[in-house]
Every structure is written in C-alpha cells, then in structure tokens.
C-alpha cells in the first residue's frame, strides 16, 4: 500500500495538468487508496473536482463512481452511494460491460453497510459470476468474501465459514493481502459467535499481520479492537485493555469515527467490569458524542448496552430495563445483543428481588439461545457454541442454588452437558423443551452407583452428589482456587513426579476442595461416575491424595469412571448387554513417517489382548493391513470390543482432526475422528492404547474432544483412552492384559481397569511404574 501511495503521488506530480487522462486516473487511484484506508473524507476531497466530458465515458469514471459510493456509504450517506453505484452500473452496461462484475461487487458493499443484506447476497453472486467470467481472481476473493460477511450477518456461521474457505484458497493463490484479511477476520467473527475463541483468536492476529504489513492502518485497527473483543468475552481484561492501548491511539490518528466508537465502548465496558463508573460514563458519553455522527446498526445497539450497564452500576435500574428491554425487541439487535440484554436484565429483577421476573428472563434467555444453536448445522461448529453463552447458564444455575431449587438448577446445568454428542446419537432429551423425564435418582439406582455432578464457575461453584436415596449440593471453593492447583498438579504427574511419596500438596488440596465437602455421601468402595467441568476434564480422580487413614491414591478406595451427561447415562442405563464377544484388534502398524517410529511394544501388547479371544472370535489388522479403509471397511459395528494400538495425535483447534495413526496407503495413513464419528459402532468397549486418546481440547459443556469422543459419538458404549502421553516402553501392555483378564472374569469395564491399575500400583514396588504417570493415564468414559 505505501508503495501504490508514492507511484501515485509521483505519477500525479508528472502529470499535474488537469488536461492529462493520466492526472485523472491516478487521482481515482490514489482516492481508492484513501477508500482502503479507511480516509473516506480524504478520498470524496480527491475526487470533488468534475471529470472532463471527453472522460465521463471512460473506464475510470466508473471505478471513480465506485470509489466515490464506496467512501459516502461508509460516512453513512447510503442514498447517495446507491444513486452512484447505479450510474456505474448504466455506464458499465453501455460501454465497458468487463466491469458489469467489479460494479456488482461494489453494490454488494453498499447495500451491506445499508444493512439491506438480501441485496448484498444477489449483487455478490452477480460479482461472483462476473469474476469468474473474466478469470479475474482478486474480485472472485472479494465476492466470495463478501458471500462469507452475508451469511455472517444472518447469522448461519457454518455457512459464512465455507465460503470464507473458498475465498481464503483464492486470494492466498492470487495474492490478494487485502481480501485475504477481511477473509481471515470475517472467519475469526464467525468462531467467536460460535465461542470458538482459540482459533477467533489465531485468525484476527493473522489478519492484523496482514494489515499491519500492507500499512492498512484503518483494517489494522479494526483487527486489534476485534482482538481485545474476544479477549474480553473470555474474561481476560488484562490482555483486552492491552490490545485496546495498542489501537487506540492509531484510532484517534486516523480520525475514523466508526473504529474509535468501537474502542470508547470496549473501554467502557471494562472500566464497569472493573467496577469504575465514573471512567465508564466518560468513555460512554464520548462514544455516544461520536454516534451522533452516524453508527451502523450494530455499534448502535453495543453502545446501547454499555451504556444499560452503566445505568445498572450507578444504580438507575428503571433506566436500565428499559434500555435492555427495548435492545432485546429490536429487529436491529442479532441474537448475542439479544441474550446479552436478557441476561442484564434477569441480573436486575435479581438484584430487586424480583424472583418470578428475574426467571422469566432467564427462560427466555435459553430461549434465544438455543434457536441460534440450532441454526449451527455444523456439528464441529456445534461443539464451541456453549463457550460463548456459559456464564449466562451460571448465572441462572446461582439464581436457582441460592433458593434452594437445587434439582432444577441440576436440570437446567445438565442442559449445558455434552448437547452435540447427545443430538448426534439422537438422544431427544437432551433438548431444552423436551418433556422434564429428568430423574437423577434413579439414574443412580439403575446403574448402582453414585454420581458426582461439578460446575465449576467464576462466582460459584458446585457439587451435586447424586445417590439412588436422595440429590444433595455442596458448595465448592472458588475456579480461582481450583484451576491452579488442578494445572500444577497435572503438571507433576505428567511430568513423572512420584506425587504421593512427596506428599504434594496440590493433591490433597484437590481432594479437600473437590470431594472433601461430599465426603459423608461417598461410602468407601462406591462405585462413582463423574461428571466434571472446565479445567476438571483433564484430571483423572484416581490421582486425588485421601488424607486417612495415611495420604493414598482415590483409586484404592472408590471405583471411578467418566462422563459427559447424565442424558448419555441414562441412554447407557437403558441399553442391554451386549450378547457376542468379539474383539477387532487394529494396530502395530508400519512406520509411517519419521515423526510415528515403530512402537517397541505394540506386537507384544497386540499378542496380549488376542489372547483373551478364540480365533474365531477376533479379526486382526496388523503391521501393512493396519489401514485406516481396512478399519473402516470392516465393519466394526459388528464387534463388541475394538482394541487399538498405534501413535495417536490430538488437533487442538480442530479436533475431530485428532487421529488413529495407522500404515501408509499411499499419502494417507491417518484414521480420522470424523471418519470414526461416520462409521457407527455397538461396541460395548473400544479402547485406545494410544497417546492423547482422549485429546487435549475441553470444550464447555462437552469436555475432551478427540478420538475418545469420537467412538462415543459413534456408539460405543465405554472408551478408554489416555489423558496424556504414554511412554510405549511402560506398563500398558501389562496394564491391557489385566484389564482383559478381569472382562474375562466378568467384571464391567470400569472395575476391570480399576483392578489393572492397583494391580500396577501394588506389584511394582520400589518401581517408577508406581508413579500416575504410568498408570494413571488410561480412563474410562461412559457413553450411550
């Protein structure tokens, strides 16, 4: 960009005289330059002068129209941008028809920040037609782009998400910097609506890159509020104050009335988060002052709510309502405006006493919640949805606690659990209006076992100890206690620390703080199911250091298994055995890369677990047959038990990328999870000797996503997959050949891997085998 700035100012200097094509064109050039730039008063100043009749008919009079509506549309001056995208468009069809496309592609802008968005869609396709007709790659990134910003503004994100994906492949090929940041930004839009902040983030710092190096200040800007934005929804005002400090002044510079509105509200709203309203108030009033001047729709109704937030902190509660009741009945507001007003007002009713109103909103809040999840047809999309929305369910689950409604407040946590799993085995009941056959206690009678049900908040948190006799909530320590010590202890295990011979605190600190305050409700030898939250899905419980009679591990005194929801569990509950036994045995494959070497033990655990069945009862693929199609072509619906062995890999920002590494078939050799996910199972237990079988992405609501998820989602009726990395020369293969041992027996599989583990723990004396590091990793999830 700086370097099309001096080409144009030198070219303009050489042809000063107005009498000169060349000083016109370059000075629609250089005010295209402005336009990108986001200097929209700059380039309508360049262009005011009136172009020679002998020019009105050129191709630069219709990109100087272009130009022209492009910066009055984003002054808010949409009549008269549409009456000059129309005259392009007549002087296009008369006399330059190759530009009948950029004129298309242009109207689709206008009418987009005109907020008419069906127009948008009809004039971007056209664009779209148009670009491709003349093999013109910049303008088929930025109609594709502007068909992403389209559905993003109607809210089908999975949608917006596919054509940004066209649209990024084309302008990576052709070059397009510009297309190519809007591109990576409207994606990052469409992950943060879906609560996917980890991969919103990683786009909107591509895109600021992009921008920065282009020395497109105004976009550059426009990427760090995004920044900070997302930033700020996860909770960490440290780093969205910082992007905002980064942005700020350049906003203030650029004089761009639009980004600075959005920088005063962000700085708003922290300042009431940080319970400074005198500061919130001045960013506000600033704000408002510059919205005067003219506003889209959507910073409109973000102004709207800071500034119903800032009436709630001094206390004005009339004022409030009635600015969030009016946001949330606004055609104008999208749907997270919506719930976000909701919310603010359910938090005022509360804090009047208004219990029967404070519900009321709280009912509708789901309400609007839920019809924007459904939408989402895209069940990896799915999967992040509840990151965005979770504080709202806390909210209501601390509004029901504190009256003492404590199996509605149950219900309406167990509504946040494991909702894409459910839905994809067609688990109905799992829908907020479905019928309340919600019976937690003889969920816990039918499946003999006591269930511990944790929300982990940022206010509060809870424990529901469910048993066949009664509910019970326990109040817990706070996330701010709970998340250290639950990293720091991880972190030893995994790093093979003998925990409990040096009697690390954090283990028994966990233990006080997560099962300490239920410890009357939990008799020793009880068989429990566990339904974690936030950071817990990374612990295994076994781990937990009892304090008596001497500091020992969990596992010696309770039998623990894992899952999602109790809407699985009662799935689980309802299923019969399975009659056959039949094992498909998968693994041991060739090396398929240097980054997957051979696994020194695979062929011995291999011969381990085939041990356990008659040959008549198993199908082995191992060594070159271990194939991801040989897996998939074998039905493995048909087999009550899949066994595999082989390197796994867990994708963090996409996990049903996560993968079964197998042998090569010529440049594949990964057995994805959304190939898994595709090949429904019956199997009454799959279990992955593999590292990162469970993954090492936790998403709210839905806990680890990977293979292990992936099998439940296919059918499986119990996964066993490892937390962590095991070392392939430890004791799984000996751990695996216990575990079978004690299914041969009889045992269900829960008690079977608890008898495996103590049988590591206790017949390995002075060994390091006695660590959790060796037999720890290995859990047990409960399905459907």
Not at 342 to 363: C, H, M, P, S, T
Not at 414 to 434: I, M, N, V, Y
Not at 602 to 611: H, P, T, Y
Request: hydrophobic share 40%; with cysteine; charged share 20%.
């Amino acid at each position: 960009m700086p370097a099309a700035t001096v080409l144009a100012d030198d070219t303009l200097k050489k042809y000063a005289s107005d009498e000169s094509e060349w000083h016109w064109k370059f000075a629609a050039i250089k005010a295209h330059i402005f336009e990108l730039q986001g200097k929209f008063n700059e380039s309508l100043a360049l262009l005011s002068a009136e172009l020679p009749a002998r020019f009105r008919d050129s191709d630069f009079a219709v990109r100087r129209k272009l130009t022209q509506a492009l910066s009055l549309a984003n002054t808010q001056h949409s009549r008269d941008a549409a009456e000059l995208i129309s005259q392009a468009q007549t002087l296009a069809e008369t006399k330059h028809p190759e530009l009948i496309g950029e004129v298309a592609l242009r109207r689709g802008t206008v009418c987009f920040i005109a907020n008419n968005i069906r127009c948008a869609e009809t004039a971007y396709r056209a664009g779209l037609e148009g670009a491709r007709e003349h093999n013109d790659p910049y303008f088929e990134a930025a109609a594709l782009s502007g068909l992403g910003i389209v559905y993003t503004r109607l809210e089908r994100y999975d949608e917006a998400i596919e054509w940004d994906r066209k649209a990024l492949h084309v302008a990576q090929s052709a070059g397009a910097r510009y297309s190519l940041a809007q591109i990576l930004g409207n994606t990052a839009w469409c992950y943060r609506k879906l609560g996917d902040y980890e991969n919103a983030l990683a786009l909107y710092k591509q895109a600021e890159e992009v921008s920065r190096q282009a020395r497109i200040i105004g976009d550059q800007i426009y990427w760090l509020a995004a920044i900070s934005n997302t930033y700020y929804e996860q909770g960490d005002l440290a780093d969205a104050e910082e992007f905002l400090a980064q942005g700020v002044s350049l906003a203030r510079e650029q004089d761009d009335k639009t980004i600075l509105l959005q920088y005063l509200n962000a700085l708003a709203a922290i300042a009431v988060d940080n319970g400074q309203a005198t500061a919130a108030g001045k960013y506000f009033q600033e704000a408002q002052n510059l919205a005067r001047s003219g506003a889209d729709s959507v910073a409109l109704q973000d102004l709207a709510i800071v500034g119903g937030r800032v009436q709630q902190e001094n206390r004005d509660f009339a004022g409030a309502k009635r600015t969030f009741q009016r946001i949330a009945q606004d055609g104008n507001s999208d749907s997270s405006q919506k719930w976000g007003a909701e919310a603010n007002l359910a938090q005022i009713y509360v804090k009047e006493g208004a219990a029967i109103d404070a519900e009321r909103e709280y009912r509708h809040l789901l309400g609007t919640i839920e019809g924007v999840r459904s939408s989402v047809q895209t069940e990896e999309l799915r999967l992040s949805f509840l990151a965005s929305v979770m504080a709202f369910y806390d909210d209501y689950v601390d509004f029901l606690v504190a009256r003492k409604r404590t199996e509605e407040a149950l219900r309406v946590a167990e509504l946040s659990r494991a909702r894409t799993l459910a839905e994809g085995l067609g688990r109905k009941d799992s829908e907020p209006d479905a019928p309340r056959n919600f019976h937690p206690q003889r969920l816990a009678k039918q499946l003999r076992s006591i269930l511990l049900f944790y929300w982990i908040g940022p206010k509060h948190s809870y424990l529901w100890v469910i048993t066949p006799q009664k509910v019970a909530c326990v109040a817990l320590a706070e996330q701010s206690d709970i998340d250290p010590a639950m990293q720091s202890y991880r972190k030893a295990i995994v790093n093979g620390g003998d925990v409990l011979a040096s009697s690390d605190s954090n283990g028994k600190k966990l233990y006080e703080m997560l099962v300490g305050p239920a410890q009357g409700l939990i008799p020793k030898n009880s068989h429990l199911i566990v339904l974690p939250a936030e950071s817990l899905y990374g612990l295994n419980f076994e781990t937990l250091i009892a304090p008596d009679p001497a500091p020992h591990y969990w596992i010696e005194d309770v039998t623990l298994s894992e899952t999602a929801s109790l809407t699985l569990l009662s799935g689980a509950a309802a299923k019969s055995p399975v009659a056959k036994k039949s094992l498909l045995l998968v693994g041991n494959p060739e090396a398929a890369s240097l980054e997957f070497p051979p696994l020194a033990q695979a062929q011995s655990e291999m011969q381990k677990v085939s041990a356990h069945f008659a040959h008549d009862q198993s199908k082995v693929l191992e060594g070159r047959q271990a194939t991801a199609s040989a897996y998939l072509q074998s039905d493995p619906q048909q087999f009550s038990y899949l066994h595999f062995v082989a390197h796994g890999t867990a994708s963090l920002t996409r996990p049903l990328e996560s993968a079964v590494i197998l042998s090569r078939e010529g440049d594949s050799y990964k057995l994805y999870a959304r190939e898994i996910v595709a090949h429904p199972l019956d199997a009454r237990l799959v279990t992955i000797s593999a590292c990162n079988g469970a993954g090492t992405r936790a998403y709210a609501g839905e806990g680890l996503v990977g293979l292990s998820w992936a099998f439940l989602r296919a059918g499986a009726h119990n996964v066993i997959a490892s937390l962590w990395e095991v070392s392939d020369a430890s004791s799984t293969g000996q751990l695996m050949d216990k575990l079978y041992e004690g299914l041969d027996r009889g045992e269900e599989p829960a008690v079977a891997l608890r008898n495996a583990k103590l049988f590591i723990l206790n017949n390995n004396s002075g060994s390091v085998f006695r660590k959790p590091f060796y037999w720890a990793p290995f859990q047990l999830y409960a399905g459907s």
